[in-house]
């Protein structure tokens, strides 16, 4: 049962352009959601979070956007830099605070 | 260098054989959780400890058993390894709260 799903696999954006990242969600107890950037050969590293009390946390370049009622939040980056390559995990918490991740979007910014 | 430090980087066994992968959380945090990653799949939580006692489990096979220290360190033993194991085990720290998760770089084990 995938309760955090990232249904692109991939994702490719010219450097400049808007990257912009979906994840959707089935369980309504999620009080708390991540977004997590992997490089290869290399653990995850946190990027920005939201509360679901929230619709929108910025931060810098990247903004999430969270939809309750649709249960669905989305990662925008801009403007897109090569550097930003990488996969992008959704991932979610409700009270026994371990996270849930989605399986990924593989995001490709090319020059 | 994220403060979580995972031993080894990598790990070549053969099926049957039981290993076991280190993981030192960051100063101070006192719950460690571990994850685990196959090709091109998502991260997958095992289980996680809070200042030495289990506090949740996820989809850890019996063959998979975890342990955290007196000085808070965790270790993740998988025995009678199959093929299927290998994979990207990941360990996190954090202290409290809702954000802070800090993963470590990983151990990725390779069963031949």
């Known amino acids: 049962d995938q309760q955090v799903k990232q249904n692109s696999p991939s994702l490719s954006v010219q450097e400049g352009r808007i990257s912009i990242l979906n994840c959707d969600y089935t369980n309504s107890m999620f009080d708390y959601f991540l977004w997590y950037k992997k490089y290869p050969a290399e653990g995850p590293t946190f990027l920005i979070s939201?509360?679901?009390?929230?619709d929108k946390n910025e931060d810098g370049r990247f903004t999430v956007f969270l939809n309750k009622s649709a249960k669905h939040l989305s990662l925008h980056i801009v403007p897109s830099q090569p550097g930003d390559s990488a996969v992008y995990f959704c991932a979610a918490i409700y009270n026994t605070d371990k996270l849930i991740f989605g399986t990924g979007t593989r995001l490709q910014v090319f020059p | 260098d994220s403060g979580v430090t995972q031993t080894p980087k990598h790990l070549i066994t053969a099926t049957g054989q039981r290993v076991t992968l280190r993981c030192s959380p960051r100063?101070?945090?006192?719950?460690v959780y571990w994850y685990q990653q196959s090709l091109d799949q998502g991260l997958q939580f095992l289980i996680q400890?809070?200042?030495?006692?289990?506090?949740a489990k996820g989809n850890i096979l019996e063959r998979f058993s975890a342990q955290q220290f007196p000085d808070l360190h965790s270790e993740l033993n998988l025995s009678s390894l199959e093929l299927g194991d290998s994979a990207l085990y990941f360990c996190?720290?954090?202290?409290?709260?809702?954000?802070?998760?800090?993963f470590g770089s990983g151990t990725r084990l390779t069963v031949v």
């Open positions: 939201i509360s679901s009390i929230k």
């Open positions: 100063s101070g945090d006192l719950s």
């Open positions: 996190a720290s954090r202290p409290g709260g809702k954000a802070g998760y800090t």
């Open positions: 400890y809070y200042n030495g006692e289990e506090r």
